[in-house]
């Protein structure tokens, strides 16, 4: 009689999507309150959400080779290294990597956005309604489309 070993089901069980270690999400924005609220949603929609308050911290996460599906970036990220040079220099490190880009100025920045990231998604940053988990979702679903 054959035995089903753990090991056996372990092999033989679906991987989640983001791989062994479930959806990982990036967040880069310089208000904490935002940071906080986007995390939230990412983890109550299931999602793994590691936040950063700077482009360069959100890089460093990148250049570490940490798992990253999708990157969640506010527009209004300044310094050294804004919000569109994190995307470019982010899409440089993982060309396949889902980024989502949140902005108050939505309508104003769709045009200049679409231009530098085709495949960008722009959100505005409106957190109510779980809107940034539920873009999540679409990101991760045109990537395995």
Same mark, same amino acid.
């Given at each position: 009689?054959?035995?089903n ?7 033989? =069980?679906?991987?989640?999507?983001? $791989?062994?270690? $479930? ?9 904490? #309150?935002? #940071? ?5 949603? /990412? ?10 308050? @700077? ?8 250049? +570490? $080779? ?6 969640v =970036?506010?527009v $209004? ?5 804004c919000?569109?040079?994190? =995307?470019?220099e =982010? ?7 889902? /980024?989502?880009?949140? @902005? ?5 920045? @769709? ?9 960008? /998604?722009? /959100?505005?940053?409106?957190? #109510?309604?779980?809107?940034?988990? @539920?873009?999540?979702?679409?990101? +991760? ?5």
């Amino acid at each position: 009689m054959p035995q089903n070993t753990s090991a056996q089901t372990l092999v033989n =069980a679906p991987q989640p999507p983001g $791989g062994c270690y $479930g959806v990982q999400v990036l967040v880069a924005g310089r208000q904490k #309150r935002w #940071r906080d609220e986007v995390s939230n949603q /990412i983890r109550r929609a299931g999602y793994q959400a590691t936040a950063c308050d @700077s482009g360069v911290d959100a890089l460093t996460v990148l250049v +570490l $080779g940490l798992p990253v599906d999708v990157l969640v =970036a506010d527009v $209004g990220l300044e310094g050294d290294l804004c919000c569109s040079r994190l =995307a470019v220099e =982010a899409r440089a490190l993982r060309p396949g990597l889902r /980024i989502v880009l949140a @902005s108050d100025y939505y309508e104003e920045m @769709s045009d200049d956005a679409s231009h530098l990231f085709p495949d960008a /998604i722009l /959100i505005p940053r409106d957190l #109510r309604n779980n809107a940034v988990a @539920s873009t999540v979702r679409e990101a +991760l679903a045109s990537r395995s489309a």
